[in-house]
């Protein structure tokens, strides 16, 4: 009766450590790849560049330095640009993919789409850089039929750093989009319709409320994902534009100012917080 009564009270005990033992390595992985990381970059964001104490100096001359303020505000400048065009031009892309291609074809399709994603990051963004350069397919289509006398200057500029962002974080805001328009069930366009709505009443109302979740998680990852990109706006903006991304790895590579870099990386996360917490009610995708 011992025996049995022994097994009895280790059972549960062994149901609870279940959990915890499967949990372990990815708590065990955060720790060592995130957490510690991340206290020592705290750490080190305290302290002055040549030594000493702890000090407040490296955040408080962010605030203080226009050319480190201006950094920032083109980073979120150029990031709010690309979320909205990407934004634009996804949400059709995965609508016609949802709702106008057969389901037979729709596997083949999203393939397609993201052909984009097996390529180097790199190498996409040289091939733009390719594209818009003076000497590029686009400024020889233009001089070859007269549009324009002397080749534009596409390159080297805000507009060939948006221009690459928007190619990537398209296939992924319409793959997030589409996953949200396969959930919809057609019986709310059904309803709406036997209501009376046209189709432009029924989109607004009912179609677009209930894909916004959709939307805001693609585009809130293409708001994390552009904010700290460093390849696209060093290769396609020439170092003619400061952002964040280009100042941290500034800090590190000509001045080793590691504090500073650390500083200025934390308020870029701090930034990246701040647009979760006003995006979380919309970050999940439910099946409607």
Same mark, same amino acid.
């Given at each position: 009766?011992?025996?049995?009564?022994?097994?009895?009270?280790?059972?549960?005990?062994?149901?609870?450590?279940?959990?915890?033992?499967?949990?372990?390595?990815?708590?065990?992985?955060?720790?060592?790849?995130?957490?510690?990381?991340?206290?020592?970059?705290?750490?080190?964001?305290?302290?002055?560049?040549?030594?000493?104490?702890?000090?407040?100096?490296?955040?408080?001359?962010?605030?203080?330095?226009? $050319? @480190?303020?201006?950094?920032?505000?083109?980073? #979120?400048? &150029?990031? *709010?640009?690309?979320? =909205?065009?990407?934004?634009? /031009?996804?949400?059709?892309?995965?609508?016609?993919?949802?709702?106008?291609?057969?389901?037979?074809?729709?596997?083949?399709?999203?393939?397609?789409?993201?052909?984009?994603?097996?390529? $180097? @990051?790199?190498?996409?963004?040289?091939?733009? #850089?390719? &594209?818009? *350069?003076?000497?590029? =397919?686009?400024?020889?289509? /233009?001089?070859?039929?007269?549009?324009?006398?002397?080749?534009?200057?596409?390159?080297?500029?805000?507009?060939?750093?948006?221009?690459?962002?928007?190619?990537?974080?398209?296939?992924?805001?319409?793959?997030?989009?589409?996953?949200?328009?396969?959930?919809?069930?057609?019986?709310?366009?059904?309803?709406?319709?036997? /209501?009376?709505?046209?189709?432009?009443?029924?989109?607004?109302?009912?179609?677009?409320?209930?894909?916004?979740?959709?939307?805001?998680?693609?585009?809130?990852?293409?708001?994390?994902?552009?904010?700290?990109?460093?390849?696209?706006?060093?290769?396609?903006?020439?170092?003619?534009?400061?952002?964040?991304?280009?100042?941290?790895?500034?800090?590190?590579?000509?001045?080793?100012?590691?504090?500073?870099?650390?500083?200025?990386?934390?308020?870029?996360?701090?930034?990246?917080?701040?647009?979760?917490?006003?995006?979380?009610?919309?970050?999940?995708?439910?099946?409607?």
């Amino acid at each position: 009766m011992n025996s049995v009564g022994n097994i009895g009270r280790a059972l549960p005990r062994a149901g609870r450590a279940l959990p915890w033992a499967l949990v372990t390595p990815a708590l065990g992985w955060t720790l060592l790849f995130f957490v510690l990381p991340f206290t020592a970059m705290g750490l080190s964001s305290l302290t002055a560049h040549d030594g000493g104490g702890f000090t407040a100096s490296n955040y408080s001359e962010f605030f203080t330095n226009p $050319s @480190y303020w201006q950094a920032m505000v083109n980073s #979120l400048e &150029v990031t *709010a640009i690309v979320t =909205v065009v990407s934004v634009l /031009l996804a949400y059709p892309f995965a609508w016609i993919l949802a709702e106008q291609v057969p389901e037979r074809w729709q596997r083949l399709a999203l393939m397609l789409a993201v052909l984009p994603f097996w390529t $180097s @990051y790199v190498v996409r963004s040289y091939s733009w #850089l390719l &594209v818009l *350069a003076q000497n590029g =397919v686009i400024n020889r289509a /233009l001089t070859g039929i007269g549009v324009v006398a002397e080749p534009l200057q596409l390159a080297n500029t805000r507009f060939a750093t948006v221009t690459g962002f928007v190619h990537f974080f398209v296939m992924l805001l319409t793959l997030t989009i589409f996953a949200n328009l396969k959930q919809l069930s057609p019986s709310y366009r059904k309803a709406a319709a036997d /209501l009376g709505a046209g189709p432009v009443r029924t989109f607004l109302h009912v179609v677009l409320p209930l894909t916004l979740p959709g939307i805001m998680v693609g585009a809130f990852l293409t708001f994390v994902l552009c904010i700290g990109d460093y390849i696209t706006p060093q290769i396609l903006g020439g170092n003619n534009e400061l952002l964040m991304p280009q100042l941290v790895m500034m800090q590190i590579g000509r001045r080793g100012d590691f504090p500073l870099a650390s500083a200025l990386s934390i308020i870029l996360m701090a930034v990246v917080t701040i647009a979760y917490l006003a995006c979380a009610r919309w970050l999940k995708i439910e099946r409607a």
